[in-house]
């Protein structure tokens, strides 16, 4: 029966990485170079029905031990969340950035030298596909929100540029050409639509996504109230630090930007912060590093850039060593004025950069990559869940001041609040936009009022969660593996590895394999 039933489970991750080819290329699987997704209405026709025969197989199927029915049961989950976002929300009919799956061909960029012509091959392959796939797609789509035609209009400009330039320099500037020529048509047809505002998911499709995420329902008003008590408890912590170190949070915030490294420095104190993180993490036995070697740290290339530090790495089936693994930051780019650059580095001040490596590095996403390497099953290596694996990186933020990261420095913990509670706001928008009828300018009012942000910031973060109302994930995630912790008891390096070696499961899943019973 196991042996049956493991065959099923790799069956149907199969049947998912054959429809959406993407996925296996991020996974580190070559065998889906030069494949391309099929998001056309007859393709997304296909999958559905293939979908619902697999949740159907999966609400059957015998699992003959604790890992097989964590594998049945997040593997159910995703094909929910799928059916949520394709079926139920109509996402591709509706959000011209479902391309971003086709258009995206980062992993064929990177690798080792003496791989350079086979990726150039799948590369060219690849290319040669986008534009039927982009007709297809542009066949579905019957309407556009304006929140999401402003942004297909950069987004879809940006992938023009960039086939046109570092992607022609390894897959040829004719093959490049015809790709860009496609993004182009589809960026022309998609400003061609509209359609009405972006209107709220409503309680029943947000309490859906909180349960395919979670593995658990969980009520919107219950989950309002969880991050209110989070963002009350660490707007307390905040202002008690900040007392400590002489001040109100705004005044220390503004005291330590004026620390922030030049441009040239900002590599260099980058490692420095790696290394700090890294020698904590050894020191005070927080968790096990297995197989560790620290990421490189490089400005990230222009194609990646979009945010402000991230950790990148090639996905857990490719053999490649972690220090292939990358913790890239966005430089200020030349053209910046003198201000504007000032501005950007701020964001780079000492403390803040600490907590950004704590997230990005040791003990978060890189620490967790060493980990995932590790899983016990290729369901189990190959499937991510945004709550847990964001959550995580959030959680270690807080728990390592707590274990003793930066002791004795009001200024550092003030900088790590401060974070958490921009992501504590995220959670109360989320909800209060998709159920309870907060409007953007309220969720402005929240950001700024919770955060601290200044009014920009805050109205491009309340934006973003009309269109992405899963930015929940890094504060639930948190309280999510705190509750956990508070239930498993015992050593923290002990809670920590065993919540680890289970791979990325949705914390609901997580809780059943570490709690007994």
């Known amino acids: 029966m196991t042996g049956a039933t493991r065959r099923t489970l790799d069956a149907i991750l199969d049947a998912i990485l054959d429809a959406f080819p993407s996925q296996g290329r991020d996974l580190g699987l070559r065998a889906y170079e030069g494949r391309v997704d099929d998001l056309s209405p007859a393709g997304l026709g296909r999958r559905a029905a293939e979908r619902r025969r697999h949740l159907e197989t999966l609400a059957t199927l015998p699992a003959a031990d604790g890992q097989e029915a964590a594998d049945r049961d997040h593997l159910a989950l995703v094909l929910a969340e799928e059916e ?106 998609v400003a061609a ?76 104190a980058a490692r420095a912060s790696v290394a700090e993180c890294r020698r904590f993490v050894a020191d005070s036995g927080f968790m096990s590093l297995p197989a560790d070697e620290p990421p490189g740290v490089e400005a990230a290339p222009p194609y990646l850039r979009g945010a402000l530090a991230f950790h990148h790495a090639p996905g857990p089936f490719d053999p490649v060593p972690p220090s292939s693994f990358r913790y890239y930051l966005t430089p200020p780019l030349p053209e910046w004025d003198t201000e504007r650059t000032g501005r950007w580095l701020a964001l780079f001040e000492p403390h803040i950069l600490a907590v950004c490596s704590l997230h990005e590095t040791y003990p978060g996403h890189h620490a967790h990559e060493l980990h995932l390497r590790r899983a016990p099953s290729r369901v189990a290596t190959a499937l991510w869940n945004e709550v847990l694996g964001e959550g995580w990186a959030h959680y270690c933020e807080e728990a390592a001041f707590e274990a003793g990261f930066r002791a004795g420095d009001p200024e550092a913990e003030v900088a790590m609040r401060t974070d958490a509670l921009v992501r504590a706001a995220r959670l109360l928008c ?12 309220e969720a402005t009012a929240e950001f700024e009022a919770t955060a601290g942000l200044d009014p920009d910031h805050a109205r491009l973060e309340a934006v973003r969660g009309t ?51």
Not at 143 to 156: I, M, N, R, S, T
């Open 193 to 268: 639509l509209d359609g009405p505002p972006l209107a709220p998911w409503g309680p029943a499709d947000f309490a859906e996504l909180v349960r395919v995420r979670t593995g658990t329902a969980l009520d919107p008003a219950q989950l309002l109230a969880r991050g209110r008590a989070e963002a009350d408890r660490q707007l307390a912590a905040q202002r008690e630090a900040a007392a400590l170190a002489g001040g109100t949070p705004a005044e220390v915030r503004a005291r330590a930007a004026k620390r922030a490294p030049a441009a040239g420095e900002l590599l260099d």
């Open 84 to 189: 949520l976002l394709l079926a139920r929300r109509e996402q591709a009919r509706r959000d011209p950035l479902w391309a971003g799956r086709v258009l995206g061909v980062t992993s064929y960029l990177e690798g080792p030298p003496g791989t350079a012509a086979e990726r150039a091959d799948g590369l060219r392959r690849h290319l040669e596909q986008v534009p039927d796939a982009l007709d297809g797609l542009a066949a579905g789509l019957e309407e556009v929100p304006l929140a999401f035609l402003e942004a297909a209009a950069d987004v879809l400009g940006g992938y023009a540029a960039f086939y046109r330039t570092e992607v022609a320099g390894l897959a040829g500037a004719e093959v490049a050409e015809r790709a860009a020529v496609a993004v182009d048509r589809y960026a022309a047809a």
């Open 430 to 441: 989320a909800v209060g936009m998709h159920t309870q009828g907060m409007t953007l300018d």
């Open 467 to 517: 269109w992405d109302p899963g930015y929940f994930a890094y504060t639930l995630g948190k309280l999510e593996i705190i509750a956990l912790r508070d239930r498993v008891g015992g050593d923290l390096r002990g809670f920590h590895d065993r919540l680890l070696a289970n791979g990325t499961p949705p914390p609901a899943i997580a809780a059943r394999r570490l709690l007994p019973g």
